[in-house]
């Protein structure tokens, strides 16, 4: 019966995303759970190893880079060890059909860029670029380029990952274009975030008070489950996500779906 519940959801999902005319998808860590990246909060996530008090602060690195670092470097060997899932898969092949239009991602593990999305808004930063505090030279990753305990620029300052940490602004333009896609979309799908960390948590209540469809996907419910999705679909992204894609690419959309 609950299986039944389940497909009935997908199967509206997937009516609804064939009649869009501007879907947007907001994704968070849940989503990448499934290739390897363990999520930051809850039990065995990052930040019971590494406090984010302690190792994702911006005056903490001003204070202490090599502490910092230290955490740093054993997340790019998790994010370099990870693959994308079908999930990520899925995205992309709702954008390749014109379906989806964006991706705002809190992530910053490439996975989506890996799989195919072209139109990514790393909302908190990539960890493929290092940034000087020095110069403001802004660098490509590399394994060469943090090979040192503090990784440093050409001119002696120190080097850091283009990701937004504890204590710092978001990027004007990553705010401006995230929260540009929520005024225009008509749906957003919300897959793998609990939506608590402002400002990032807006976009869906931004969307949701221009008159948007919030269709949530996650393996438990949310704050959002309650206050702003239409629809929260539970359980794995991976397994649900590449259903609804089958749908919209064959035309298979039920009649009153």
């Not at 290739?35 to 204070?63: N, Q």
């Not at 400002?199 to 206050?227: C, F, H, Q, W, Y």
């Amino acid at each position: 019966m609950i299986e039944d519940e389940v497909q009935e959801q997908i199967e509206s999902l997937a009516d609804v995303l064939s009649q869009a005319k501007h879907a947007i998808a907001l994704t968070g860590a849940g989503i990448s759970v499934e290739s390897g990246i363990p999520a930051f909060r809850g039990e065995g996530g990052l930040w019971e190893k590494y406090p984010a008090d302690e190792y994702a602060t911006y005056s903490g690195f001003l204070t202490n880079p090599l502490k910092q670092w230290a955490f740093f470097k054993e997340l790019y060997t998790t994010l370099s060890d990870a693959a994308p899932n079908p999930a990520h898969y899925a995205l992309a092949e709702l954008e390749r059909l014109g379906m989806l239009k964006s991706i705002i991602t809190q992530n910053i593990d490439n996975l989506h860029q890996r799989a195919g999305s072209k139109r990514v808004l790393e909302f908190h930063g990539t960890t493929q670029k290092l940034e000087c505090m020095s110069c403001g030279a802004v660098l490509p990753f590399s394994e060469e380029a943090i090979a040192a305990p503090v990784p440093t620029c050409r001119c002696g300052g120190v080097l850091k990952p283009m990701i937004v940490l504890f204590g710092e602004q978001i990027a004007d333009d990553s705010l401006r274009n995230a929260q540009n896609e929520a005024l225009l979309c008509d749906i957003m799908l919300v897959i793998g975030t609990s939506a608590q960390v402002v400002p990032a948590s807006m976009l869906p209540v931004i969307a949701k008070s221009r008159g948007a469809m919030i269709l949530e996907m996650n393996v438990e419910r949310t704050l959002l489950s309650n206050d702003v999705a239409d629809v929260s679909l539970l359980g794995s992204a991976s397994l649900r996500l590449p259903r609804v894609v089958e749908l919209v690419s064959d035309g298979i959309i039920p009649s009153g779906a």
